[in-house]
């Protein structure tokens, strides 16, 4: 049973828009949340995360917004640069253990 | 060196043949974990340890099985693979709750025939 779920597998922005990756959980007993970046070839990078109590969380052009009563978080990647293609996961955390969405796979084309 | 290594980087193995996928972490971490990943599935929990005398299971446990022989290193263990087994195996470390993310290893391709 997928307690987080990624349903697009792929996106393609074009270089400098906005790239939204969303992302569903089922599990209201989730802490925090997470998203990683995926290059072939490499673990999964840490990217951003943000607490249940919280609805944003910034780092530079990287924006998670978290919607607790849609049970629903996205990543805004504003602009998106080609160095930005990757695959992207989703995670949730009870502090136990993470669970992990099945990746979306994003292309910023030059 | 890498935070988090893990051997062999790729592995082809027979079915019924037993196998040990290595881990070792130089983060300091008492927390490690195994996953594994397979298309359109995502990374799914196998087993992981909180310290040295403890060990869980995960979401897919069934025919694996961990050693967690120091701080710093954790094993997972193919008792009698199958090829269903054959997917891409990622051992992680983290502190306290992982908040601030998991450090994960480069991976290790397993491919059971």
């Known amino acids: 049973d997928q307690q987080v779920k990624q349903n697009s597998p792929s996106l393609s922005v074009q270089e400098g828009r906005i790239s939204i990756l969303n992302c569903d959980y089922t599990?209201?007993?989730?802490?925090?949340f997470l998203w990683y970046k995926k290059y072939p070839a490499e673990g999964p990078t840490f990217l951003i995360s943000?607490?249940?109590?919280?609805d944003k969380n910034e780092d530079g052009r990287f924006t998670v917004f978290l919607n607790k009563s849609a049970k629903h978080l996205s990543l805004h990647i504003v602009p998106s640069q080609p160095g930005d293609s990757a695959v992207y996961f989703c995670?949730?955390?009870?502090?136990?253990?993470?669970?992990f969405g099945a990746g979306t796979r994003l292309t910023v084309k030059p | 060196d890498a935070d988090v290594t893990q051997t062999p980087r790729n592995r082809i193995t027979k079915t019924g043949k037993r196998i040990m996928l290595e881990c070792s972490q130089t983060?300091?971490?008492?927390?490690m974990y195994w996953y594994r990943q397979d298309p359109g599935l995502g990374l799914r929990l196998i087993y992981y340890?909180?310290?040295?005398?403890?060990?869980n299971k995960g979401e897919i446990s069934d025919g694996y099985s961990v050693s967690r022989q120091a701080q710093a290193k954790f094993s997972l263990s193919l008792e009698s693979a199958i090829p269903n087994q054959t997917a891409l195996y990622f051992c992680?470390?983290?502190?306290?709750?992982?908040?601030?993310?998991?450090?994960f290893g480069s991976g290790t391709r397993l491919t059971v025939v």
């Open positions: 995670a949730a955390s009870d502090s136990n253990d993470m669970r």
């Open positions: 340890s909180f310290d040295v005398k403890d060990i």
């Open positions: 992680a470390t983290s502190d306290l709750d992982g908040f601030y993310g998991y450090t």
């Open positions: 943000i607490s249940s109590i919280k």
């Open positions: 599990n209201s007993m989730f802490d925090y």
């Open positions: 983060k300091g971490h008492d927390r």
